[in-house]
């Protein structure tokens, strides 16, 4: 009699995928402070050779002493990505002088603080430039390399301003809105292809954003919420994790989650605090101070 028929042995387990980080060749753009000097420091930590760019050399060098500290390979660029034109040249430059670009974080942003009737054309061109252009024209210079590798992560970062109230923020969150839009058919559109686009969303967090700049109106207030090293921290959790979007806490989730749910309730919740405030009428039975002897 023949040998009894066994069951087939099971199928070895698949490969795991690649850590994201640990020997990954990053780009992390507008990391002279803030949330990129953070995650530029913190990527380095985990084993990732950076390449930061920013338009302040004194504070960007400072920044990649602390990377080489981990990651002695590291190199950084005086560049300012809203020059749209430069930066096919700019990322041909990243990719010789660190080998490649495994991946791109695209940080860099301005603030644009000002109502909607008071915006000029000119408002909107900077800030769509920097903030959705620029981030596209990098994807366009470096995606192909990372296409021919089979292998590249693409992290866009918006912000709260597109998932509450955009009151006074119209022109900032309006480019942010476009970034996710884009986002999301950039990570549909490469399914398969071993490359994979993310969205991370941060909330207030205590950088120079909120501090007073030409153009804007003033700030909100002075500098508040989360430590950027929280916030990168939580960059680097959703790179490993490969979720396709994160909030830099739960707390803003579900904010965000709140306005998907029901916007004409949210909206409605938030309007009386929105509306300004009529003047209060003279009270008659005081006299005016400056008809006073």
Known sequence: MGDPVSDPAPDPAPDPAPDPVAGARALVTGASSGIGAALAVAL?????????CARRSDRLAEVLAACRAHAPASRMWVFDVGDLDAIPEFAATVEAELGGVD???????IPKRR???ELSAADLEEVMRVNFLAPVALVR???PGMLVRERGRIVNLSSMG???AAARVGAYAASKGALELYTEALH????GTGVDAQLFVPGTTRTEFSLPRD???PPFGPPSGMEPDAVAAAIVVQLRSGEYEAFASDEYAAAAAAKRRDPNAFLAAMEP???PKPPKPADPTKPDREQQP
Do not use: F, K, M, Q
Not at 44 to 52: D, L, S
């Open 215 to 217: 153009g804007n109106d």
């Open 188 to 191: 549909l559109d490469l399914l």
């Open 103 to 109: 991946l791109l974080v695209n940080n860099a942003g």
């Open 273 to 275: 605090y929105l509306t």
């Open 44 to 52: 380095a930590r985990e084993g990732a050779t950076v390449g930061i």
């Open 162 to 164: 597109a998932h509450s």
């Open 141 to 143: 210079a470096l995606l």
């Open 115 to 117: 109502r909607i009737p």
